[in-house]
């Protein structure tokens, strides 16, 4: 088992900046590759950035040159948010654990509780 927790979610204004931390279980698997997603009420959730333990980083197209994901050698993740805009409010989660299919297909083994962030115009 693996417990994710994620903090660093907040109120900004458009064009401010955010960093979101994503802290596992100690003990757990280092390697596992994890992802950040985001959800607003009653839409799906949505892939945000991905990144394996080569730090191999992937991102949605909508946040590609804003965000930037990055882990540490051992249970922490990050996902840097700038230029923040009003479409970006979401509770965003992070994620452990592919359990196959594309990097963001909501398909992990392990979910957070979720941060969130709200963005005003």
């Known amino acids: 088992q693996v417990q994710l927790m994620e903090s660093g979610g907040d109120s900004v204004q458009s064009g401010g900046s955010l960093r979101l931390s994503c802290a596992a279980s100690?003990?757990?698997?280092?390697?596992?590759?994890k992802a950040w997603f985001r959800q607003v009420p009653e839409k799906k959730r949505e892939g945000v950035a991905a990144?394996?333990?080569?730090?191999?980083a992937m991102y949605a197209e909508s946040v590609k040159g804003r965000f930037s994901i990055s882990r540490d050698n051992d249970y922490m993740m990050y996902l840097q948010l700038n230029d923040l805009k009003p479409e970006d409010t979401a509770t965003y989660y992070c994620?452990?654990?592919?359990?196959?299919?594309?990097?963001?297909?909501?398909?992990?083994?392990?979910w957070g509780q979720g941060t969130q962030v709200t963005v005003s115009a």
């Open positions: 994620a452990a654990d592919p359990l196959g299919g594309w990097w963001f297909e909501p398909n992990y083994a392990y």
């Open positions: 990144i394996d333990s080569l730090r191999n």
């Open positions: 100690v003990n757990s698997d280092k390697s596992l590759a």
